[in-house]
């Protein structure tokens, strides 16, 4: 069974440009969520789709976007890029959406550098 | 909206027994409990999840006691592989946070 897959796995930006990122979950499941991870700062949550919706937003400028297909596979934007938005950015899925326990699975993230 | 504390690092010798702890005051009644691992360039990895008393696999055991406002994660006979930063996570719906992690340094 394939795991999370992230692409790409590194790239490099200069200020101001945008930036598009990709996670294909493990088959079969529907919910799948971003993090931003900087040094010393831990797993920041961005956000979390089930089924082509939204579920929740964490506390990140309208710069940061997301959005999820039918196939489950999502998408991270971030537009006008800054300086902090250097971070390894990690997605993860999991099989439920709901009340359940919520094993999430990472993919090994996308390390993005802006100049 | 829960939130974990651990402490921000740990230091420990191969053959030891680590515990590390994670406060979770305002668990919600219908969260789970959960640890991962991750080493440096990689995503975070499951290790044991709970709800509540102990927990045991092949590699770690959970304890939660009856509050469930805390839980400790017990790695027995630690080696140089087992550093790595740990991470506590609590809820399984809303918004899935996170704490900083702990760092744990095996020493030889």
């Known amino acids: 069974k394939a795991g999370v897959t992230q692409t790409p796995r590194y790239l490099i930006k200069t200020r101001g440009q945008q930036v598009t990122l990709s996670c294909s979950p493990i088959?079969?499941?529907?919910?799948v969520s971003w993090y931003q991870q900087t040094p010393g700062q831990g797993l920041q949550f961005l956000f979390e789709?089930?089924?082509?919706?939204?579920?929740n937003k964490g506390n990140f400028p309208g710069r940061f976007s997301g959005r999820q297909f039918s196939n489950s596979r999502s998408e991270m934007n971030v537009s006008t890029l800054e300086l902090g938005d250097s971070a390894l950015y990690l997605c993860?899925?999991?099989?439920?959406?709901?009340?359940?326990?919520?094993?999430?699975?990472f993919g090994e993230g996308s390390r993005l550098t802006v100049l | 909206l829960a939130k974990t504390t651990q402490p921000i690092s740990m230091d420990s010798y191969e053959g030891q027994e680590v515990n590390i702890t994670c406060s979770h005051n305002n668990i919600a009644t219908n969260d789970y409990i959960t640890w991962y691992q991750q080493f440096p360039s990689q995503g975070p990895r499951f290790i044991i999840q709970g709800y509540k008393t102990k927990v045991t696999n092949e590699v770690a055991s959970l304890f939660i006691p009856a509050d469930r406002k805390s839980s400790t994660l017990s790695l027995p006979r630690v080696s140089l592989s087992d550093t790595a930063v740990y991470y506590c996570?609590?809820?399984?719906?809303?918004?899935?946070?996170f704490g900083q992690g702990t760092t744990l340094q095996v020493k030889p």
């Open positions: 088959s079969g499941h529907r919910s």
């Open positions: 993860a899925s999991r099989g439920y959406g709901g009340l359940d326990t919520g094993e999430l699975f």
């Open positions: 996570h609590t809820g399984n719906t809303g918004k899935l946070i």
């Open positions: 789709y089930f089924s082509e919706t939204q579920r």
